[in-house]
């Protein structure tokens, strides 16, 4: 069925503009709306919705370990009022890694970006610090809260001298990808990112899953969950396509040329 905006189903979208503290009182919001579907795009949003109701369904649209972070039981049955998608991005972390190496060969210090209060948190960070070791790399933290801890933490990771940077994914660091990729071109620090949005807004790489395709998945699920579903009879799907995405105008400005082996992997290329 297609559905039509104000003819079948009405759209209540709420926004937290980067103020992850709102996030709670936008998912009681909706819950005294009484709306049929809550559609989350970020583990911190997930998490809000899933203390503000045990039993109107949530789909997932974007999120990291779901079992991790106790939405569901499990993949295959998710048992509650949580299913939708996962975008696996601890299993990821250590392609991240080889990538950023095959990158820059000589590679030694790299530095990781992250927001602490992303949930869950650990599985990604011990993925990406497996990889580092297996690589040789040694590997530093550097987090950030809020916006204005950014040049902080650039300047950390330069203090720590590190050659490279990898973002994790998070709400806040989504909501000002085009700051933090400034930052990297600022401090000459190639960094690999999780989304293609934060190549597009000038970060140098990302690998990750197509978010417009989980988008249009979720989408399914919510179709299932309106003709009558129950979400905990949804097995939670993990993504099927995977993007490598270039910048190389970010390339240039930081002084950096990608290897021809790596080049010809990009499934986009920005010039």
Not at 33 to 44: A, D, E, F, H, Y
Not at 61 to 66: E, R, S, T
Not at 78 to 89: A, D, K, Q, V, Y
Not at 179 to 198: D, F, H, M, Q, R
Request: net charge positive; no cysteine.
């Amino acid at each position: 069925m297609d559905y039509v905006e104000g003819r079948d189903v009405i759209l209540e979208q709420r926004f937290a503009e980067g103020k992850l503290d709102r996030l709670r009182d936008l998912a009681a919001e909706l819950v005294r709306l009484k709306v049929r579907v809550i559609v989350t795009t970020s583990s911190q949003a997930t998490h809000a919705a899933q203390q503000a109701t045990r039993t109107i369904p949530i789909v997932m649209a974007l999120g990291g370990d779901p079992v991790a972070a106790g939405f569901v039981a499990s993949l295959a049955r998710p048992g509650g009022n949580i299913t939708g998608l996962t975008n696996l991005s601890q299993d990821l972390s250590g392609k991240r890694v080889e990538l950023l190496k095959e990158t820059i060969p000589k590679l030694s210090r790299v530095s990781v970006l992250l927001d602490p209060t992303v949930v869950p948190l650990a599985p990604p960070l011990r993925e990406t610090e497996a990889a580092a070791r297996g690589l040789g790399l040694q590997l530093q933290s550097v987090e950030v809260r809020a916006p204005g801890d950014f040049e902080k933490a650039f300047q950390a990771a330069k203090d720590g001298k590190a050659e490279a940077l990898i973002v994790f994914p998070s709400s806040l660091l989504n909501n000002h990808r085009t700051s933090i990729a400034s930052l990297a071109v600022k401090y000459k620090l190639p960094a690999i990112y999780a989304t293609s949005e934060s190549v597009e807004a000038g970060g140098l790489m990302s690998y990750g899953p197509s978010y417009p395709e989980m988008g249009r998945r979720a989408a399914v699920y919510v179709d299932k969950i309106l003709k009558g579903t129950e979400p905990s009879d949804l097995p939670v799907e993990q993504p099927m396509k995977f993007e490598f995405i270039i910048n190389l105008k970010t390339a240039k400005q930081i002084g950096l040329t990608i290897p021809p082996n790596v080049l010809v992997r990009a499934d986009k290329v920005i010039r």
